[in-house]
């Protein structure tokens, strides 16, 4: 019989070289794209770092040089690339070397599978295409901007008395309430209904990402299927997965609420409606109607939330550029404006499209996988079953693409151009390059894109004509730390505007 100090040395040797060879590349793995360390990746999400400071240390001087790194994700090697030709040939996908794996595919056992499904941003072939004809309509369609405004209005009046409830000389924070402007928004818009019942903490992914990664275990278990087969959950991770699961129980009870409603004209093209109809037709099963559902609530509300209190934070540390946007909003545009009007306003357009760059939402997003050899440019070399992803934070601010070092992570909105031709121009080339991806490229592109701008637009606009901000002296600026890029707890003084349009 063996001695358990024997047993306990055989497990020395053994579970390290198991672990090494569980995590070793395959064989035929690139082996022209530089290795981040997993010790390395493991070490930033127990000390929970940001993705932008884990992307500035660890993965820019490695991409910068090499146009690709390799990242450890759900159990396998990952090709993350930034240089723009490589995201381009990506996002476009000419010889269908590709095809969409999300969270669902790759770990559907996970509160990530749980929360996402299968859905429009991640499905392939014929089921993709059901998705479109039934979401697109509904999301592509014409808006009128009179809520936007009208909630857009109600935010500054909501910045003013959190500001007076505190005194002029405290910093507030703007986290709760652009949130709620944003989830009106999307419920009036969407959900046809004005009354989102829960809250912020029990909505926002990132607040539910948070509250799953308290614990080590939970901040990590992503990383390793092995833990999905482990009975045991870190309450952290319970926590979470019970909020999933009442946002999924939520969206379902609204969308059922509003089937064969008294519709007013053109209430009928609203995404609810044609989710809930399509699933009373059979068209969608429950679980791809639940799903859509959530991963539409996520994309049409959070993204648009956090940047535009990127926009705050750089207008408020920037006020000369906050003066010249609330010039142009003043000058240039009559009280009662419509989109188009918005829309011919350089300063505006080209504040958005910098903030943009600089903190696009998604600043990593690994949910491609190759179906067949694939070769990346001229030199690297994919086999089939590859999960590739591509960082539009990195390629944003590559310093060989936007004006040096310095240049690529200043906020800079003239490097768009001074007239609105220039800055759409300047957009499009950027765009159809692979420089600026804050929506994907080509047939994948994003759907509310357009709907997004506008809210953005109409939403800055309404509070640079109102209010004027600065950063609290007591705020340092940091990135969150959640999956999604931006600024976190950053606190402003806010002052009404004495003259502001009627």
């Known amino acids: 019989m063996l001695s358990p100090i024997y047993v306990f040395a055989l497990l020395l040797l ?6 090494f060879y569980l995590t070793a590349r395959p064989h035929n793995f690139p082996r022209n794209v530089p290795v981040i360390p997993l010790w390395v990746q493991i070490r930033s999400k127990l000390l929970r770092t940001s993705r932008v400071a884990f992307y500035n240390v660890h993965v820019r001087p490695l991409a910068e040089k090499h146009g690709a790194v390799a990242l450890w994700q759900e159990d396998c090697w990952t ?26 595919v790759r770990n559907p056992h996970s509160n990530g599978g749980l929360f996402f499904g299968e859905n429009i941003i991640d499905s392939n072939g014929t089921l993709h295409a059901e998705f479109t004809e039934i979401i697109k309509p509904a999301i592509t369609r014409r808006f009128s901007i009179d809520y936007l405004q009208q909630e857009s209005r109600a935010l500054t009046t909501k910045l003013c008395s959190a500001q007076n409830s505190v005194g002029a000389d405290v910093g507030i924070s703007v986290d709760e309430v652009l949130w709620r402007w944003s989830i009106n928004i999307f419920a009036e818009c969407f959900l046809d209904t004005r009354e989102w019942p829960l809250s912020m903490h029990e909505t926002s992914a990132q607040k539910i990402t948070a509250v799953q990664s308290r614990d080590w275990v939970s901040s990590v278990r992503n990383m390793f299927l ?60 429950e679980f791809h109607y639940r799903s859509n559902l959530k991963q539409l609530l996520l994309a049409g509300h959070e993204n648009v939330e956090v940047v535009l209190q990127s926009a705050m934070y750089e207008l408020a540390i920037n006020p000369r550029i906050q003066d010249l946007l609330y010039n142009e909003v003043t000058s240039d545009l009559p009280p009662d404006y419509s989109l188009n009007e918005l829309d011919r306003l350089p300063v505006l357009a080209s504040i958005i499209y910098e903030t943009l760059r600089l903190y696009p939402p998604l600043g990593t997003l690994i949910n491609r996988k190759t179906i067949k050899p694939m070769r990346l440019g001229s030199d690297i070399f994919l086999p089939a079953g590859t999960m590739v ?65 506008a809210q953005l ?30 600024p976190f707890n950053c606190k402003f003084k806010v002052a009404e505007r004495r003259q502001s349009p009627e």
Request: net charge positive.
């Open 14 to 19: 053994f579970l390290p070289a198991f672990a």
């Open 79 to 104: 090709v993350v690339v930034s240089r723009p030709e490589y995201i381009a040939q990506v996002l476009k996908n000419a010889n269908q070397e590709l095809e969409k794996c999300g969270t669902y």
């Open 226 to 285: 092995i833990f999905n087969f482990i009975p045991w959950r870190p309450i952290g991770y319970r926590k979470a997965t019970a909020l999933i699961q009442q946002l999924d129980d939520t969206l379902f009870d609204i969308s059922e609420s509003r089937k064969n409603p008294s519709l007013g004209a053109g209430d009928e093209l609203k995404l609810v409606h044609r989710l809930a109809s399509a699933h009373e037709a059979g068209q969608l099963s």
């Open 389 to 453: 992803g591509w960082s539009a934070y990195g390629v944003h601010t590559d310093p060989q693409i936007w004006g040096g070092r310095d240049a690529a992570r200043r906020f800079d909105p003239s490097r768009w151009g001074s007239t609105i031709q220039d800055v759409r121009q300047t957009a499009r080339s950027a765009q159809a390059r692979g420089q600026f991806v804050p929506f994907s490229l080509h047939a994948r592109r994003c759907l509310g894109s357009t709907f997004a701008l």
């Open 457 to 486: 637009k109409v939403g800055l606009c309404e509070m640079v004509r109102r209010v004027e901000w600065t950063q609290a002296r007591q705020s340092e600026f940091e990135f969150n730390k959640s999956f999604i890029i931006g």
